[in-house]
């Protein structure tokens, strides 16, 4: 089946303009999350969704990120005003009832770099 | 804050030997572990999970053992084969729902 889909693959952007990114997750899969990944170094939790149940949004770095989820299904990132300090590679996965349950389906990412 | 620490450095084996990764952490134990591969330019891929409450998982030529007491994962992969070069991610899962956190991951090289 269809697995986890991101868009766009590559994003190059101005310093303090606004991006949105989207997430489509595999069909069924009540939760979602985003990452954040940086040159080199390991996942960085930004948020994740559960549901219909309220977002942890703990790992959000600043209030110009922000975050939606209708219902199951697609999820958009926004970053506003993006900095030089938010290029990186932005992940996003889904987890379902498959397999053990807890494993997370990831998509191929978003490249953004900020100019 | 948990901290989880991965060998930064790149590690480089000969094909057929077994590939040993080390994954270690501070504080708190986690509900459970996992092992993800990831290729450059693609999302991680799930390998292996393993519980607090077990002290090995196999899965063909991988093997993946949890020690609470070290604070400490160990992944093995037997038999190496050059296709089996990637990065290796380790992740914690804390509380109630699968919020992980990852480790900076450790590169392996397997050479013919």
């Known amino acids: 089946g269809a697995g986890v889909s991101q868009s766009p693959s590559n994003k190059v952007t101005e310093k303090g303009k606004d991006v949105e990114l989207r997430c489509d997750p595999i069909?069924?899969?009540?939760?979602l999350y985003w990452y954040r990944q940086r040159l080199g170094q390991g996942l960085e939790f930004l948020i994740y969704?559960?549901?219909?149940?309220?977002?942890?949004k703990s790992g959000l770095p600043s209030d110009r990120f922000s975050a939606e989820r209708t219902g199951e299904s697609v999820s958009t990132l926004t970053i506003q005003r993006t900095q030089q300090e938010d290029s990186a590679v932005y992940l996003c996965?889904?987890?379902?009832?498959?397999?053990?349950?807890?494993?997370?389906?990831f998509g191929p990412g978003t490249r953004l770099t900020v100019l | 804050s948990q901290k989880i620490e991965q060998n930064s450095e790149a590690l480089n084996i000969q094909e057929g030997k077994t590939a040993t990764l080390t994954c270690n952490y501070t504080?708190?134990?986690?509900?459970?572990l996992q092992w993800y591969r990831q290729d450059p330019g693609r999302g991680p891929v799930f390998l292996l999970l393993?519980?607090?409450?077990?002290k090995e998982k196999r899965k063909e030529r991988l093997k993946v053992t949890f020690d609470t007491t070290l604070k400490q994962s160990l992944f093995h992969i037997t038999a190496s084969q050059p296709a089996d070069s990637a990065t290796y991610l380790c992740?914690?899962?804390?509380?109630?729902?699968?919020?992980?956190?990852f480790g900076a991951g450790t590169r392996l090289a397997v050479h013919p």
């Open positions: 992740a914690l899962a804390f509380g109630g729902y699968n919020k992980l956190i």
């Open positions: 969704f559960q549901g219909n149940s309220a977002p942890d």
């Open positions: 996965a889904s987890t379902g009832t498959s397999g053990s349950g807890f494993e997370q389906f």
């Open positions: 393993i519980r607090e409450n077990e």
């Open positions: 504080n708190y134990s986690p509900a459970y």
């Open positions: 069909s069924g899969h009540t939760a």
